[in-house]
């Protein structure tokens, strides 16, 4: 058995065990995969100041995101499909960070339902809404996440269209996956995710079969969600949204100050800095490249948090020290998912808290309110000079 030291190790065996078609919805980006690449080349371009002779002890990781708390500023992001990865994949990493003590975010792509995770936790979990057309089903996933007390709303803004993605075209990603040859060739190799499968108390859409008229089979279903993002959302939408959610609101896909500006207009209580992991806008900078002019632009209103290329507790840190008040991690749990199930999502968030907490006492710092810029080299031309 691999000793498991970094996420890389997790990757690794998450790559063996999980079947081709969903570990490349995973790890793909967008067209080129600029974007995507970046998210993590770009984090490696910060330098940690190491500091010495400083009391290490007593250290915590412990802060609050949107007024909760949570063990270190790290929540688990929206990851649609999750249950396909692993059965029962969005209840197992739900119960993975409620005993690790971060936020767990339901995707509206899930496989496992709103009420699933909510019966099988019992904290309040954070939910995630992709606006739809039908106002009706909106409405009702709005209620669904009430009724579930769900501590949050974050609501998706950068997909209203869907990034192409070439290899998830080639492989003809479905949920379940469609039986082909070569997926069952594939399938045949994969014995303990099908055994898990087997027995998963999902394998479809749980948030949307049953819930909306028409939908019985996965053919339809595909050729449902494919129609039902709104292109017409706007932030008045947005505002209406927050109006009827009436709790906490998290708006999700911010890379520019004027977006971030107008986040704040529609109340929003935290936005996050993200390109969708690289997934949607190629060409798009960096998720942390675009974070500093975001946070001087609001940085002092709402909270800012990040996503998008976070591998290790030392980028959680870099991200931190810049100013996120907190960030995500989307893939880095998946892996841990995928090869492990609820055990590698545990096995995740030990490592990143780990590396986090130790690089934190090497930089000369104990506490997450300790860290600031000062711990930080960043290249002068880090955000870039651009033709006005
Ligand atoms: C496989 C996959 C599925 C995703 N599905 C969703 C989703 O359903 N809703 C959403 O808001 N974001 C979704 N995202 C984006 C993540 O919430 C997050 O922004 C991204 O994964 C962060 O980048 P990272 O994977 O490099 O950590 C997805 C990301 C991945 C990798």
Known sequence: MTVITCIDDLKQIYRRRAPRMFYDYCESGSWTEQTFRENTSDFDRIRLRQRVAVDMSGRSTATQMVGQDVAMPVALAPVGLTGMQHADGEIKAARAAEAFGVPFTLSTMSINSIEDVAGATSRPFWFQLYTMKDQGFVSSLIQRAKDAKCSALVITLDLQILGQRHRDLKNGLSAPPKLTLS??????????????????????????????????????????????????????????????????????????????????????????????????????????????????????????????????????????????????????????????????????????????????????????????????????????????
């Open 183 to 388: 997926t069952m060739a594939n399938l045949a190799t994969k014995w303990r995710w099908g055994a898990g499968m087997l027995g998963a108390s999902r394998r479809h859409f749980g948030n949307i079969v049953g819930h909306v008229q028409g939908i019985s089979d996965a053919a339809d279903l595909g050729a449902w969600t494919a129609e039902q993002f709104d292109p017409t959302l706007d932030w008045d939408k947005i505002a209406k949204i927050r109006e009827e959610w009436g709790g906490k609101v998290i708006l999700k896909g911010i890379m520019e100050p004027e977006d971030a500006q107008m986040a704040l207009q529609v109340g929003a209580d935290a936005i996050v800095v993200s390109n969708h992991g690289g997934r949607q806008l190629d060409g798009a900078l960096s998720s942390i490249r675009a974070l500093p002019a975001i946070l001087d632009a609001v940085g002092d209103k709402t909270e800012v948090h990040l996503d998008s290329g976070i591998r290790s507790g030392q980028d959680v840190l870099k991200a931190v020290a810049m100013g996120a008040k907190g960030t995500y991690i989307g893939r880095a749990f998946v892996y841990g998912l995928g090869a492990m199930g609820e055990q590698g999502v545990t096995r995740a968030l030990e490592v990143i808290h780990r590396e986090m907490d130790i690089s934190m006492a090497l930089c000369g710092r104990r506490r997450i309110d300790e860290l600031g810029r000062d711990i930080l080299k960043i290249p002068a031309d880090f955000e870039g000079h651009w033709a006005k």
